[in-house]
DNA sequence: ACCTGAACACCGTTCAAGT
DNA sequence: ACCTGAACACCGTTCAAGT
C-alpha cells in the first residue's frame, strides 16, 4: 500500500508510479486499490504526508540540543532530506497542492508540523537574543522559503556546474545571518 | 503551434496540455506536431525557454536604472511574474529538468540569460559599494533560491492565509539585504 | 519546419458481479 | 480500509501511406 507506493517512487521517480503497478507488486488487482484510497491523488497526498513526516524528524535531530550550530545544522539537514529524496521531496511539493483538497479543516497536518519544528527554533534563538525579534511565523516562511528555493534548484540540476548543494546551503546560511549587503 | 501551447496552458494549466488537443485548435492532426517538435517534452522545453524570454524582459524592466531600488523591484518582478503566470512556471521548473537533456553544450540558453541579468545587478551594486564582494555569481545563485522558494511556496498554496506573496516577497527582500541575525 | 488514419501500448476510473 | 474482470475514455507515439 502506502509503503509499497513509496519505494517504487523512491526507486523510479514519481512518474512511474500507476495504480497497476502498485497492484501487481501487492498481488492484487488495480481496481482493489480503490478500498484503501479514493484516488490516485490520496495515494500522493499520503505519499507526501509520509514525506513531512521524515522531514520533520530529520530537522528535529539536527536542531539537537539548539543554538546556532544546531540551527544551521537544520537549514543543511533540510536540503540534504530533498537532495537524498528528491523523487519524494517533488511529491511533497511541485503542485500536487495544486489541485489538492482546500485543506479539511486540518491546521495540524504533517506539513505544518514540519513547519513548526523551524518556527520553535527561531523562538528559542530570539530568546537567546541571537535573532532578530520579527515575527517568527514570518521568519520561518522566509526561512523555509530560502532552503526551499535551493533544494527546488538543485534537484532541477540548475546549479552550475562546480556548485554542489552543501556549498550552495554553506553560503546561504550565512548570508541568512547578516545579508549581503556591506 | 508554440504559441498556441502557451496559451492553453495559460488558460487550463500545463496538465491539460495535450498534444491531440492542440492539434484540434491548430486544425491538424496530432501526429502533424511530430514534424515541428520531436517530442511532447521537446514542446515543453520551448514553452519552458519562452518563459524565461519573458522572465528576463520583466527583470530587465524592473531593474530600470538601478540602484537599491531597481534591485529590490526585481525581486518583486520576479516572484510578481511567477504569480502571474503560475502554469507557466511550473513548466519552467518542476521537473522538466529532471528528463531535459544534459544541456546540448549550449551555456547561453535562455534560463542562463534570465539568470545574468541579476549577476549583472550584482555587480553593478558591488561597483557601488552596496553589495558585499562575494563572488557575484554564488550570491545571484543564493538571491535566485530566494525568490525562486518565495515563488513556489506561493504557488503551492502553502503560505498560512494572511499571508500574501507580495508581503513575503517584500520580507525577503528585506532580510535578504541585512540578515536575520539580531 | 508535410499531413493523415489506423494501430499500439499504456493510463486512471467505473461498474456489475462475486466472496 | 473486500476483490475481480471487462469496459470506457483518455493518453503519447509509431508507421505505412498519401500530397
Redesign the pocket.
Known amino acids: ?2 509503503l509499497e507506493a513509496v519505494r517504487t517512487i523512491h526507486a523510479e521517480g514519481a512518474a512511474a ?5 502498485v ?1 501487481d507488486r501487492l498481488g ?5 486499490l ?3 484510497f479514493t ?3 490520496a495515494l500522493l497526498d499520503e505519499v507526501a504526508a509520509e514525506g513531512f513526516r521524515m522531514l520533520r524528524r530529520a530537522l528535529v535531530e539536527a536542531w539537537g540540543d539548539g543554538g546556532r550550530a544546531g540551527f544551521d545544522a537544520m537549514g543543511v539537514a533540510y536540503v540534504h532530506f530533498a537532495v537524498t529524496h528528491p523523487s519524494h521531496y517533488r511529491v511533497m511539493f511541485g503542485g500536487a497542492a495544486e489541485k489538492r483538497q482546500p485543506r479539511p479543516e486540518s491546521d495540524d497536518d504533517d506539513s505544518t508540523e514540519a513547519f513548526q519544528v523551524l518556527v520553535d527554533a527561531i523562538v528559542a534563538e530570539q530568546a537567546a537574543n541571537r535573532v532578530r525579534r520579527d515575527d517568527p511565523q514570518a521568519l520561518a516562511l522566509y526561512i523555509w522559503a530560502m532552503v526551499h528555493g535551493v533544494a527546488m534548484l538543485t534537484l532541477d540540476g540548475l546549479l552550475p556546474p562546480p556548485t554542489t548543494a552543501e556549498a550552495l546551503a554553506g553560503l546561504a546560511i550565512a548570508r541568512l545571518h547578516d545579508g549581503i549587503d556591506r
Do not use: C, N
Not at 17 to 21: A, I, P
Not at 28 to 32: D, I, L, Q, Y
Open positions: 500500500m502506502l508510479l500507476t495504480l497497476r503497478g497492484g492484487v488487482s488495480r481496481t482493489a480503490y478500498r484503501h484516488d490516485k491523488q
